[in-house]
């Protein structure tokens, strides 16, 4: 069995302005500090990672590994989560995800999308040239609108979203396979992928490419009241990312599951600090164990309460806490004994026979 690797921190929400979080030096300083002993880097911010120039140049990439080396850290993954959504955007969602491409493209969706297509690609280079093995993204969506329709579910609409999804994905994914690299696509509500149909439904329509796979976060799976622990049993294989993050579900009267439009605070599910929501981490380390998960666990921070700061720095020590350095050996092996032949059968009350 294999021990998983981590405490590593997603750096994507505390990118900002003033220090230690404007750069990423001082943020390795920070997150080294805390205890972390990787980063998962978000790649739409060039002035914290080059996205074009990690794909181009390997200077650059050892450049990087040696910053942070210096402080103890390494890169889990690369992100392209905001890229990886414009490869696939329904028109009513095209003001909203404009800002998600550089200015000059706002308003032309076709060039959006292949900027999108293209900035994948240099991740697979760049994650190759980091000598990374899984990617982290999301898949967009064509079909999310219709996510509970009315009129009922059109099958025909549903059937194209995904052909087309699949369509989009194929030569992206089939880069990263000559990089050598897993796609891991975040399962996430507002994502065509986002529970486990929904992607086996877009693994049919490529084929079962092998470097279709998963990025797990129990708490979209325990909004949705999905069991997040069968989930590992069935998904396992393809799991090759893990985001550790939390979420509570408290029933309400006023509203469910699709929150009334509220603001997280007041939303009857939301995500949580590590420790402060109803996820069973115990149960996830063990079946990631269980399964020679052989990644890296992802502080992923994310509270309508808890400050980012006070977070991250609950969430080193309780990821390394959970984690569990696997047995070399089993704990009944001083009583085992082999037998062979006749013993065997004398054992089993055969002799003679």
Not at 21 to 48: C, E, M, R
Not at 159 to 165: C, G, R, S
């Amino acid at each position: 069995m294999k021990t998983l690797k981590g405490p590593s921190l997603f750096l994507s929400q505390f990118i900002g302005e003033q220090p230690p979080f404007n750069s990423l030096d001082t943020l390795a300083a920070w997150a080294a500090g805390l205890g972390y002993k990787a980063v998962q880097i978000p790649t739409h911010l060039p002035h914290i990672f080059d996205l074009r120039k990690a794909a181009e140049s390997q200077d650059y990439c050892a450049e990087i590994s040696g910053k942070l080396a210096n402080f103890g850290l390494q890169v889990s993954e690369l992100s392209t989560h905001l890229q990886g959504q414009l490869i696939a955007v329904h028109p009513a969602y095209d003001a909203a995800f404009a800002g998600f491409a550089p200015p000059e493209l706002a308003h032309d969706a076709r060039a959006r999308q292949q900027w999108g297509v293209d900035s994948l690609k240099q991740a697979a280079r760049a994650s190759q040239n980091l000598g990374l093995n899984a990617h982290a993204t999301f898949s967009g969506a064509l079909a999310w609108p219709y996510f509970y329709p009315w009129p009922p579910r059109n099958a025909a609409l549903i059937d194209e979203a995904f052909k087309e999804l699949a369509k989009r994905w194929r030569p992206v994914l089939d880069s990263f396979d000559n990089a050598g690299v897993d796609v891991c696509f975040e399962l996430h509500p507002g994502e065509d992928l986002h529970d486990g149909v929904t992607f086996e439904r877009f693994l049919a329509l490529v084929d079962n490419h092998p470097r279709c796979n998963i990025l797990y976060d129990p708490s979209h799976m325990l909004l949705q009241h999905m069991d997040y622990l069968g989930f590992i049993d069935l998904y396992h294989s393809r799991i090759k990312a893990f985001h550790v993050k939390d979420a509570e579900f408290q029933r309400s009267a006023k509203s469910g599951v699709y929150a009334g439009f509220q603001p997280w605070l007041e939303r009857p599910g939301r995500f949580r600090s590590l420790g402060d929501g109803q996820v069973d981490f115990k149960g996830i380390f063990s079946r990631l164990a269980q399964y020679d998960y052989a990644g890296w666990a992802t502080l992923e921070w994310e509270c309508c309460l808890k400050s980012g700061e006070a977070g991250a720095r609950e969430g080193a020590k309780f990821i390394a806490e959970h984690i569990i350095p696997v047995a070399d050996y089993a704990f009944d092996d001083f009583a085992q004994h082999e037998s062979e032949g006749s013993a065997v059968r004398k054992m089993l009350g055969l002799e003679g026979e």
